[in-house]
């Protein structure tokens, strides 16, 4: 009978879709003596995980409850099977993305600085903060407060299962839709990242959503920004270091961009950082993918993925397989 340990702080009523021919280990976070486990779930929070793989024993398969389990290969080594959350946060992660980029078009973090000042006439800054990253300087009539997403061109970077959510939800809006991955595909048609550059400055929006590789790290950086269009908005769900953080500075101190990111590198991101004085910039704290309904998606999957495993079946969400 295959033991799987998982975090003690999951209620047991998530593990109700487990297969019934297993034996369930919690694992306390203070764990202080060696346990033997076939299985392992990981705590979300990679600290925790992390403290506790010294006393695990025996793990011949993880089964990671995050898309992204960069830290995972290189603490349990070439010898277990790792797979990922795929699919789990398909929803909760585009809807994030989806909010994100209405409140930067309208100009939400600003209009909520205006309530907590309690100024009404200060709503003329949004015109001005129109003006100074569009260089829209027309004399429209009346000001402008709010942008609109429709009719915008709206790039993809990293078109997996996320980014076809991310898609799906962007329809109602009619935007174009532009997609890079690692390598091009058809239908619909997807480009490669070595076409990233020549796809920025047609991009009024650019979404990051691709796992961290090595040749993902630092992707975008000041030559990226310089290729994006003046006041291009910049959204990372993805992982920070995808992202090269004094260039991102750079730009949004510079005026040139506007960004919301739900990642950052260093994470968390210290109190003193200048990323928290920068102009032009939603951050939330790593939380895109959290909502009511994440344990129960993500055991899901990892359900799907131990009976696949358990009877021999090919793994859908393998990103590494044992050696």
């Excluded at 999951?10 to 694992?27: G, K, N, Q, T, Y």
């Excluded at 790593?286 to 793994?315: K, Q, T």
Aim: negative net charge; charged residues 20%.
């Amino acid at each position: 009978m295959l033991r799987v340990g998982y975090p003690a702080r999951l209620d047991a009523a998530f593990l109700r879709v487990m297969p019934s021919e297993i034996e369930l280990i919690p694992l306390a976070d203070d764990l202080a003596h060696h346990i033997e486990i076939d299985v392992w779930i990981p705590d979300p929070f990679s600290t925790r995980a992390l403290r506790l793989w010294p006393h695990l024993r025996g793990v011949r398969l993880v089964l990671s409850m995050m898309a992204g389990t960069e830290w995972i290969p290189g603490t349990v080594g070439p010898h277990v099977t790792i797979c990922n959350g795929h699919g789990a946060h398909n929803i909760s992660t585009a809807e994030w993305t989806i909010s994100a980029i209405l409140a930067m078009l309208k100009h939400f973090p600003l209009f909520l600085n205006i309530q907590s000042s309690g100024n009404w006439r200060r709503r003329k800054e949004a015109t001005a903060e129109y003006e100074a990253l569009s260089g829209d300087l027309r004399p429209l009539h009346p000001p402008v407060m709010l942008e609109e997403l429709t009719g915008k061109t709206v790039l993809i970077v990293g078109y997996g299962a996320i980014g076809k959510e991310i898609e799906r939800m962007l329809e109602p809006f009619h935007t174009e839709v532009l997609r890079v991955a690692r390598s091009a595909r058809s239908e619909p048609v997807v480009q490669p990242v070595s076409e990233l550059d020549t796809l920025l400055p047609v991009a009024d929006i650019v979404v990051l959503i691709l796992p961290l590789t090595d040749e993902s790290r630092g992707l975008i950086g000041a030559h990226q920004f310089d290729r994006m269009r003046q006041g291009a908005l910049l959204i990372n769900a993805a992982r920070g270091p995808i992202v090269q953080t004094d260039a991102l500075v750079d730009a949004l101190n510079s005026g040139k961009i506007r960004a919301a990111i739900d990642v950052t590198d260093p994470e968390p991101v210290p109190e003193d950082h200048p990323l928290w004085r920068c102009p032009n910039l939603l951050i939330t704290p790593h939380i895109a993918a959290s909502s009511p309904e994440f344990a129960a998606r993500s055991l899901r999957v990892a359900s799907d993925e131990l009976r696949r495993y358990m009877n021999g079946e090919p793994l859908h969400n393998a990103v590494q397989l044992a050696v």
